[in-house]
């Protein structure tokens, strides 16, 4: 178990890293949409490096209220993305004015802020310390339990609410998605030129489609979870779906290796340390018309 833990941290702290330093480093990834990526991939890498506490129960709430912001900056970043692609999809036009860099980074910081503040007030205000639950997993393992009227606000804030707001903006976006990739379609197969527009549209559409991967696979790992929190099930149980939960974070970066041929080609640039030559920031990553 130990070296299993150890190597999923590992993994995930270094596929995470490859992602930021991607994003950060290269101009040309600078957009709304990457920033959010950027932000939830640093909240996976953090996720990666806490997966083990050793420093007793005197720092105990400390640590869950780190966990629970970093947890929740990934859920956030998660709704993001979806009201991202939500408004790229559904109002293009209104994109390029809705969404901007400023507007997502301030948006970014306060979902970081608000989740701060709300992971700190219930576990200094409710949680209490449970060593009824240690387990063997790993050593000085901590875990902090909320009352019932919390854990009631918990259950809506952390699953009901944000799962249900991004399950409902996806079915938009795929519905709003097929109609539109069906008119470009017909329109090329009748022989009609289609305006740069329409292709932005269709691709608009499969970076859509790719984060929708993304956000299945982060509900798919914690809709279990919280589940089985609710219900009367084995500790053996919620254990082995709190490392689900945290296996997700190794999974996204995978997705932009599976679907974003810039992710492939910034990490042969990083691997092999071409970023370091001069003006490296300013190549053209994109081979053809991609996000």
Request: aromatic share 14%; net charge positive.
């Amino acid at each position: 178990m130990y070296v299993f833990v150890s190597f999923l941290s590992a993994w995930t702290v270094f596929l995470n890293l490859l992602v930021i330093i991607s994003i950060s480093h290269f101009k040309k990834l600078h957009t709304p949409t990457n920033l959010i990526i950027l932000s939830l991939a640093v909240a996976d890498l953090l996720i990666g490096l806490v997966t083990c506490w050793y420093f007793g129960d005197t720092f105990c709430k400390l640590f869950m209220i780190i966990l629970g912001i970093l947890f929740s900056a990934s859920l956030s970043s998660v709704v993001l993305i979806a009201v991202d692609r939500y408004v790229a999809v559904c109002h293009p036009l209104l994109y390029p004015q809705k969404i901007t860099t400023t507007k997502t980074l301030i948006s970014i910081c306060l979902s970081w802020i608000c989740f701060s503040s709300y992971n700190a007030t219930i576990v200094i205000n409710d949680g209490y310390l449970d060593t009824s639950l240690r387990t063997d997993m790993c050593y000085g393992e901590c875990s902090v339990m909320m009352g019932f009227a919390w854990g009631v606000i918990d259950l809506f804030m952390s699953f009901i609410f944000p799962c249900t707001l991004i399950i409902t903006l996806y079915l938009r976006i795929f519905y709003v998605a097929h109609q539109q990739v069906k008119v470009i379609n017909s329109l090329i197969k009748g022989g009609t030129c289609v305006m740069e527009g329409s292709v932005k549209r269709k691709s608009e559409s499969k970076a859509a489609l790719t984060l929708g991967i993304i956000v299945t696979v982060y509900l798919l790992c914690l809709i279990p979870y919280y589940i089985c929190s609710i219900s009367v099930v084995s500790s053996t149980t919620i254990n082995l779906l709190t490392w689900v939960v945290y296996t997700n974070s190794a999974l996204n970066p995978l997705v932009y290796a599976i679907f974003y041929p810039w992710f492939k080609k910034t990490v042969k640039n990083i691997l092999t340390l071409k970023i370091f030559q001069p003006a490296s920031s300013l190549v053209n990553i994109f081979t053809e018309h991609q996000l």
